[in-house]
């Protein structure tokens, strides 16, 4: 199966992390464009050699995944900072129809980002007032749209009423008609899966809450589709860097004619009813949206299952992943890791296919998991681990991952986990951090920029994953010795890391 792929931006989750996916079976081949075409970070992609690239490719390919993102503004960034009119928008919507006039049997599946809204000052990946008026922003628009819908407390009120009297009138009317250019362009899109013209389209939304500016435009969007009757072509749910390996999952699953039954279990009683740091609703009702993106479906019986999902969740607080050194209480007093990690081993024993998202932290894996697996000797034995940034990111992609590796190869899987092994716990849950804290100051650097230095950074990341590694997993892998780690810094940041690894095969 070949499938031409246009990523939402250029960085290692949304390319590097799309293809090893896809390498992990031998049916499939993505295709993927030129590298100096996409994004880089807030500059906007080449959209004409992106277009010319698609309709080269479209003739030799199965399915098509584009980003309308990248396609109508260039990038995932790029669409949070144009100053687009409206009518350019409309130029790549009907270069789309003309896709699909010239191929009406490739199917095209797509996916369309609802604005985020950080909930903190950085214009990193925002505009430049964000970096002062950010929080103001968000919280003006959370309490407003709190207000509407339950009402807000006396203090909720005066804290309205102070953010209102600051915040200048100028960014809120720049960033608002950037969002309602954003939500035009999301309703013209389901114009097109209502017309065929789009077989599914994916509408994640990034860093989402359950107020304010992303809840608001969530509730027009799902207005929008309810009124055209798309349940079946559209799905909305919270995440964003996943969505490219979600819609490989349906592609896939579509062109081969299967929808594989997925059997979850949870390592907290809570687990499914919490609501995770950076989303708008609990884990149980992500999980249901993400499987049916996927072209899956749940079961309530693991003998009928395909792929057994092992949901590692927050006992009752979650965390960000640096702070397992002082991790509260509910951790353990709510979840019962020996009981979750027993029945991981269990379900791998008795012949299933385990695929496990670790979630029960915000932006990085859980130690204290992958110390377990790695004593029962199982971390190469299950399909996929993830674990990195939110949920949802985090479930979309081991989804995928179980998905193309149900029929796929055992030592690019080994590899794969490795990969994230080393991404998802070793650098986002300790490193990063120990780094930023210990080696940045001396040279003036910050989380967001390293300036002239990221040689120096790459080389102290590179010796501390490759110690961290060693020194924790002990039990597994002993037929893949990881000979080279090498990262460098994409967008010349902490946030991310991209990797080159090499393994003794």
């Known amino acids: 199966m070949k499938i031409a792929y246009v990523p939402i931006d250029e960085r290692p989750c949304n390319v590097e992390m799309v293809k090893r996916i896809a390498s992990s079976s031998k049916d499939i081949e993505l295709l993927l464009p030129e ?11 080449d959209t004409e050699s992106l277009w010319d690239w698609i309709i080269s490719k479209a003739s030799e390919t199965d399915a098509i995944i584009v980003s309308i993102d990248m396609l109508v503004y260039g990038g995932l960034l790029p669409s949070r900072l144009h100053d687009m009119s409206f009518e350019q928008g409309l130029e790549s919507i009907e270069r789309l129809k003309q896709l699909r006039a010239s191929y009406p049997h490739i199917p095209v599946y797509a996916s369309n980002v609802i604005m985020r809204a950080p909930n903190y000052n950085s214009c990193d990946e925002e505009p430049d007032y964000y970096e002062e008026w950010g929080r103001d922003l968000f919280l003006r628009s959370y309490f407003r749209d709190k207000q509407k819908r339950t009402g807000l407390s006396n203090s909720e009120n005066s804290h309205l009423r102070e953010i209102e009297s600051r915040l200048p009138t100028k960014w809120i009317e720049d960033y608002e008609m950037r969002r309602e250019y954003n939500l035009r362009i999301n309703k013209e899109i389901l114009k097109l899966v209502q017309k065929g013209i789009l077989t599914f389209l994916s509408i994640p939304q990034d860093d989402s809450s359950e107020y304010g500016y992303t809840a608001i435009d969530h509730a027009r969007v799902m207005y929008t589709r309810y009124s055209m009757n798309l349940y079946d072509s559209v799905q ?23 929808c594989p039954k997925i059997y979850p279990f949870w390592s907290s009683t809570l687990g499914p009813q919490l609501i995770p740091l950076y989303e708008d609703r609990p884990f149980g009702e992500s999980l249901k949206a993400h499987i049916l993106a996927a072209g899956c479906q749940l079961t309530d019986s693991p003998d009928k299952a395909d792929l057994l999902l092992a949901y590692n969740t927050p006992g009752n607080v979650m965390q960000e992943s640096w702070e397992q050194e002082s991790k509260d209480i509910s951790y353990s007093s709510f979840r019962n890791l020996q009981f979750f990690t027993e029945q991981i081993h269990s379900s791998i024993t008795n012949g299933g296919n385990v695929i496990i998202a670790d979630s029960a932290f915000a932006n990085g894996g859980d130690l204290e998991l992958i110390k377990q697996l790695d004593t029962r000797k199982v971390l190469d034995k299950i399909i996929s681990y993830k674990g990195w940034n939110t949920n949802c990111n985090t479930l979309g992609s081991t989804i995928s991952q179980g998905v193309i590796g149900l029929n796929g190869e055992p030592e690019i899987i080994q590899e ?8 998802d716990y070793f650098y986002q849950a ?3 951090m120990r780094v930023t804290n210990e080696l940045l100051p001396p040279y003036e650097l910050t989380y967001f920029n390293l300036k002239d230095k990221a040689d120096t950074v790459n080389e102290e990341r590179n010796k501390q994953l490759w110690d961290r590694y060693h020194a924790v997993i002990y039990n597994s892998f002993k037929d893949k010795e990881l000979r080279r780690i090498q990262t460098y ?11 080159i690894l090499e393994f003794e095969r």
């Open 35 to 45: 590298g100096a075409w996409l994004s880089k970070k807030k500059e906007p992609a």
């Open 236 to 258: 909305i749910y919270p995440g964003a860097d996943e969505v490219g390996a979600t819609l490989l999952s349906r592609a896939y699953n579509e062109f081969q004619g299967s």
């Open 416 to 423: 794969n986990i490795c990969y994230h092994l080393l991404d």
């Open 430 to 432: 300790e490193i990063r």
């Open 489 to 499: 810094a994409p967008w010349n940041r902490m946030f991310e890391c991209a990797f």
